[in-house]
């Protein structure tokens, strides 16, 4: 399967890649936040922008719920933090209307069933399947039961771990994998994108990157190796509270990433080798 179709975009082969602007918990549960961003990725040319999903009470391990935590809204157990940060009907209300308004798809991953459930209810154009949550066989049954297309990161997980994964989700419905590193920031020595190859051969599928990187030539080097789908985060502020803003892009950076990765698949080509019609005059003057 050389393509994937997410919404009216066929994703794969020789198509544009697809650039994914993961908002996450970069709104630090403000509403408003969240529309500058996807503002911020609609005007930079971005497909698509990503939140996150929880049900806290499923999501946070007991041992940790109790535990107390400096936060912008004091200090407060772990679930409180959690069910502070995390958006519900409402805002995913506004979020689907303002991404519908503004042209751009919108997707969040997801770390429960019952908020693949929940997203479900928008009809997203594909889902997002987040690295932590690549084995966890009741949340990829779920997934795989709303027969809607699946990008899944590969972060943290060995090959026998992603061939299984591969397997549980058969031809039932459109997938790919992103290669990834799940360290925040990754640094350079462990990003390893020659493993976008080796995934691409494995699985026949389109292959795309997820990045945690800081700056933007790894990206760039992910687009020139044949990414299908660049996924990376965004933030108004590095230096904003929260644990994945240093680890994201700025407005500016993500504006200098799209322009960038576009220009790249421009020069890539087709790979055919001929001479082109502005070189005819200046190989007539030369070589007479």
């Not at 602007?21 to 040319?45: F, M, P, R, T």
């Not at 004091?74 to 303002?98: C, H, M, N, R």
């Not at 990003?191 to 997820?210: F, T, W």
């Amino acid at each position: 399967m050389e393509t994937i179709k997410i919404g009216n975009k066929t994703v794969g082969h020789s198509n544009l890649c697809f650039i994914i602007a993961e908002i996450g918990i970069n709104h630090n549960g403000d509403i408003e936040i969240a529309k500058k961003l996807i503002d911020v990725a609609s005007e930079s040319g971005c497909d698509a922008v990503k939140f996150q999903k929880r049900t806290p009470d499923i999501c946070v391990p007991e041992d940790q719920k109790s535990k107390m935590r400096e936060t912008p809204w004091g200090y407060i157990t772990y679930l409180a933090y959690k069910k502070k940060i995390e958006f519900e009907k409402k805002e995913y209300d506004i979020i689907d209307s303002y991404c519908k308004e503004k042209g751009i798809y919108w997707t969040a991953s997801c770390w429960d069933v019952p908020s693949v459930e929940f997203i479900n209810g928008y009809k997203p154009a594909f889902h997002k399947v987040p690295s932590a949550m690549l084995t966890d066989v009741k949340i990829i049954n779920a997934y795989k039961k709303s027969g809607i297309p699946l990008i899944l990161s590969t972060g943290m997980s060995s090959l026998d771990e992603i061939d299984k994964t591969a397997k549980l989700l058969g031809d039932d419905i459109p997938w790919m994998f992103l290669h990834c590193t799940s360290t925040y920031p990754a640094v350079k020595e462990e990003i390893n994108l020659k493993a976008m190859a080796v995934l691409r051969e494995r699985y026949h599928r389109p292959i795309g990157y997820s990045g945690h990187e800081v700056g933007l030539q790894i990206s760039l080097a992910a687009a020139a190796l044949g990414a299908s789908v660049i996924e990376r985060h965004i933030t108004l502020d590095r230096a904003m509270w929260g644990t994945d803003h240093s680890a994201s892009l700025e407005p500016k950076g993500l504006q200098m990433l799209v322009r960038d990765i576009r220009i790249i698949e421009a020069a890539l080509g087709d790979g055919n080798k001929i001479i082109y019609d502005s070189e005819k005059p200046i190989r007539e003057k030369l070589r007479g």
